[in-house]
Structures are given as C-alpha cells and as structure tokens.
C-alpha cells in the first residue's frame, strides 16, 4: 500500500522568502510522485510530477521538487515566495502498475504569504 | 481545451435527504475518478472508471453511496440517504489512459443539516 506524509498543515513565509514544503512517501514499488496546488473553491491543479526520469523536476509558477529516494521525499520549494503562491498543496503518490493508476494524497500544506 | 465539468457547485441537504452530483470529463480521458475531500483533509478517492467499468470501489460506501458511468462519458454520483459525515467537496477528475496525470473539476460543495 502506497501512502504520503507532508510534515507541516500550515507554513507561513514571508514574500520573497525560500518556500519548503515536505512530503515522505511509502510505496512498494517506484513511485511516481505529484505535486498539485487548490486555490480556494477551486479543484487540484497539477504543478509538477516526478515519472523516473530527472530527479530535480521543474514545474509551474516556479516551483520545483526533488526525488531522493534514500530519504523517500519528494519536498517542494520554491526560491522566492509570492503572494499569489497562498494556497493549499498537496503531494500524492501513484504506483506504476498497469493503467489503472490512482493517486493517493497526502493531508495537505496550507501556505499563508506574509506582505 | 475544456476542463472537467462539474455541477451543482453547492448544495445544501437535510440528513436522510438524496443528492446527485454530475461530472462532465475532457473529451476522450478513458479514466474518471470521484473523490471525497473532508474539510482539512486529502481528497480519498471513491470510485474509479476505466471507460464505463468499474476499476476500484473498494473505498465507496455502497450502502448509500452509488455511481455510474453511461456510455463511458459523464457520471453521477449519488448519496442516499445522506449523513452528516458525507458533508465534503466531491472531486471529479479524468486522466488520459495510463499517465496517471488527473486533471479535476472544480468540485461540488455538499453540506448536510
């Protein structure tokens, strides 16, 4: 069984700060590995996806993320912080098996941007 | 491209009432998947379609909780007889077969009094 931890509900920076976001993965199998962002009243729209190839993969709006596997993470940052970046985040892992994939989401991240 | 479309955007029930949400996926996405997102939480996936075949279910609460897919295109779920606890955003989302890329709706809201 696959699962996703992201370590922190809420994370406030400062704009124009380094954004971190954590997520840990479990999985049985080498996983792929999403990132999607929920603006409020709004649904999850993806920001980047790791697929075995690079390691470092680059997104929209500035974000990228890095697979380690030694440390089973797949954390999110962002070099300077803006205040359209508020929002909710969510990071979700799906196995490779076949073509009936599911995504399996972590309990989210709430980043605030402070002015 | 057209999105996922989703309705009604709200919808406000008593408990024990019934309630149907519609999903409209991008044209020719194979998978459509429906999720349960509780306020604070992950969405949880609770049903998924390949086609109009159920994939997995496992995650549905059949006793008042139905889905289906006619002729592989749009989708309703429905709740009957609603609980407090169903009170969540349901997602709807597609993927093209195999990527495993979902794009979703933009929810419909339910609340239960």
């Known amino acids: 069984a696959q699962s996703v931890t992201q370590l922190g509900s809420h994370v406030s920076v400062s704009e124009g700060a380094l954004v971190l976001l954590r997520c840990n993965y479990s999985?049985?199998?080498?996983?792929?590995l999403f990132w999607y962002v929920q603006y409020p009243n709004q649904g999850l729209q993806l920001l980047l996806k790791y697929t075995s190839a690079a390691t470092l993969v680059k997104g929209i709006n500035g974000f990228e993320a890095e697979f380690k596997k030694s440390e089973t993470s797949f954390h999110l940052t962002k070099p300077s912080a803006h205040m359209s970046d508020a929002a909710e985040y969510f990071c979700a892992v799906s196995d490779q098996g076949g073509s009936a994939r599911q995504l399996t989401f972590g309990s989210g991240t709430q980043l605030t941007v402070l002015p | 491209e057209a999105g996922v479309a989703q309705s009604p955007r709200y919808k406000i029930i008593e408990k024990r009432q019934s309630v149907a949400f519609w999903c409209n996926p991008i044209s020719g996405h194979a998978t459509l998947y429906w999720y349960q997102q509780i306020l604070g939480q992950g969405p949880k996936l609770l049903i998924q379609?390949?086609?109009?075949?159920?994939?997995?279910d496992s995650q549905l609460p059949k006793d008042r909780f139905s889905a289906e897919r006619l002729k592989g295109v749009d989708s309703t779920l429905k709740i009957q007889p609603a609980k407090l606890e169903d009170s969540a955003v349901y997602l709807c989302?597609?993927?093209?077969?195999?990527?495993?890329?979902?794009?979703f709706g933009e929810g419909s809201r339910l609340t239960v009094l």
């Open positions: 999985s049985s199998v080498p996983p792929y």
């Open positions: 379609f390949q086609n109009n075949g159920v994939v997995d």
């Open positions: 989302a597609s993927s093209p077969s195999g990527t495993g890329e979902l794009f």
